[in-house]
């Protein structure tokens, strides 16, 4: 009994062994211990959450979640070894004081990249976007090719990338072509002359989107009388396509075969006019 409890005497002395020594605290070996103790415990919780997280996900999108788990486990051994030390009886205050303003600057610069990779993370976790999706963005439409946890890349019509920050689709309002099918309405507008045969115009307006065969004929096109306008009686013929990256190409077919049928029967298109009176004087 007494060398079991000279054992943990020696056991306690040995831990009590001061390895670092200064006005400000002390670092023994059971503080080391201690630090080492708790850097394996949040590395499996860690590795435990990160599980959790991206287990219903498909393979590509949890490699998007490596980078910032890699971050996250490095924040929380700084904090986990300045928090064991303080508790410790070391006095971080100079060391804090000192890199208050390090701080600040950084709060500053990381704010955004916070910003943007917590909207990334919230994107893949909803899969409120996927690659693949045609999405308008300032004005700019763009095919969705790759998704990141900071930014989202896209294709626009031209051939060029636009980069994305993600926090945009969550801050702004961002218009998805494609969130619920990809089956997208299009419509081409067309003015005629005064007295044309509106139901002429509308049958011919028909029959050009129906023989289109990059068209859908379900659902149905159709066309509706918009307003009598200064010049034109203005029509709006509305069809369904699938390819809404290439509706601009789509509704250029629409437009040609629009004016070779005006013109083999014989409905114009007129162009702005003005009465202009000049008044003379003696």
Do not use: C, W
């Not at 029959?207 to 065969?213: I, M, S």
């Not at 009686?233 to 290439?246: P, T």
């Not at 437009?255 to 005006?262: A, M, P, S, V």
């Amino acid at each position: 009994m007494d060398k079991l409890v000279d054992f943990f005497s020696g056991i306690k002395d040995f831990l009590a062994l001061e390895i670092y020594s200064s006005d400000s605290g002390h670092i023994t070996i059971s503080t080391l211990l201690t630090i080492v103790i708790a850097i394996i415990i949040v590395t499996y919780l860690l590795k435990l959450i990160h599980k959790l997280v991206t287990v219903k996900l498909p393979e590509e999108d949890q490699n998007k979640f490596q980078s910032i788990f890699g971050f996250l486990k490095y924040l929380f051994y700084i904090m986990t070894v300045l928090t064991i030390l303080h508790s410790s009886g070391i006095n971080l205050t100079v060391l804090l004081t000192a890199s208050a303003a390090l701080f600040v600057g950084l709060g500053f610069a990381l704010q955004y990249l916070f910003q943007d990779i917590i909207s990334g993370i919230l994107i893949i976790l909803d899969q409120s976007l996927h690659v693949g999706d045609i999405i308008e963005v300032e004005n700019k439409v763009g095919r969705v090719f790759e998704i990141r946890l900071r930014t989202t890349r896209a294709l626009t019509r031209d051939d060029k990338v636009i980069v994305i920050p993600n926090h945009k689709f969550l801050t702004d309002s961002i218009y998805n072509y494609t969130q619920n099918h990809k089956t997208t309405r299009e419509m081409v507008k067309v003015g005629v002359s005064y007295g044309s045969d509106v139901d002429l115009v509308t049958k011919l307006l028909l029959e050009v989107v129906t023989e289109e065969k990059s068209l859908l004929n379900s659902p149905k096109p159709f066309v509706q009388f918009e307003d009598f306008g200064d010049s034109a009686l203005l029509f709006s013929v509305h069809f369904y396509i699938k390819d809404s990256f290439n509706a601009p190409g789509l509704k250029s077919k629409v437009r040609y075969g629009i004016n070779t049928k005006f013109k083999e029967n014989n409905i114009s298109i007129p162009f702005p006019q003005r009465d202009i009176h000049i008044i003379t004087k003696n």
